[in-house]
């Protein structure tokens, strides 16, 4: 899919395809690029977050712009989702910390247990939201936990965008250890640190995907269906 999906976009961004364009039929870029449908439609799904495609039911697939400026998860824009976390979700953590009870933390702990033995993105990403909105639960204010279910499918769909982008899953994995073990500790500022730390590395993994630039590319032999 990365393959796929840097082929497209390499072409979107040098030009040969313009803004108003429509890409080639789905049963063509299959055949042309030698790869499945549900690869294909992957791709297709990351260009359209990119903001760089839109696709019309019926239609097809018509380009948007040129260049990626700021992915779209859901309702949201990817710089807006992020300025919301970091102002609900790193004090939210802190909170977490000197509030939680003995079931928050073992619900925390045993999800954090599955997530870190599971394989399947879909599930995983499911649990991803779970998580973040567990440390909210933690905090014991209705109020937070209502903002993050809120913005709950657009965690999801940024979640499985830097897994399946960025590689994310196993480092998201040692991140949320860390803000596990601060709540267990009781440290608030731990807490803080942690989620923080998480949060950057978050926005660092997005703003790599939108600055990579990446030259025409056709996924290796054996990428097919």
Request: hydrophobic share 40%.
């Amino acid at each position: 899919m990365e393959a796929v999906l840097a082929h497209l976009r390499g072409a979107i961004e040098r030009g040969a395809y313009a803004i108003g364009d429509k890409l080639p039929s789905e049963a063509e870029l299959c055949r042309s690029l030698e790869v499945s449908r549900p690869v294909l439609r992957e791709a297709l799904r990351a260009l359209q977050t990119m903001g760089l495609t839109v696709s019309k039911t019926g239609k097809g697939t018509f380009v948007l712009a040129r260049a990626v400026e700021d992915p779209t998860f859901g309702d949201y824009a990817a710089s807006d989702l992020l300025e919301v976390r970091r102002h609900v979700e790193i004090p939210v953590a802190g909170y977490a910390a000197v509030r939680r009870t003995p079931e928050n933390l073992d619900h925390l702990t045993r999800l954090l247990d599955r997530m870190e033995r599971e394989t399947d993105t879909t599930a995983w990403v499911a649990m991803d939201t779970l998580f973040h909105l567990s440390v909210a639960e933690a905090a014991q204010n209705p109020v937070f936990r209502r903002v993050i279910e809120e913005i709950r499918d657009a965690l999801a769909r940024q979640s499985a965008f830097l897994d399946e982008l960025g590689g994310r899953r196993e480092q998201s994995d040692r991140e949320h250890r860390a803000i596990v073990e601060a709540l267990i500790d009781g440290s608030e500022s731990d807490a803080v640190a942690a989620m923080s730390h998480h949060l950057d590395r978050v926005e660092t993994t997005l703003g790599r995907i939108v600055r990579s630039v990446r030259t025409d590319e056709r996924p290796e032999d054996g990428a097919g269906p």
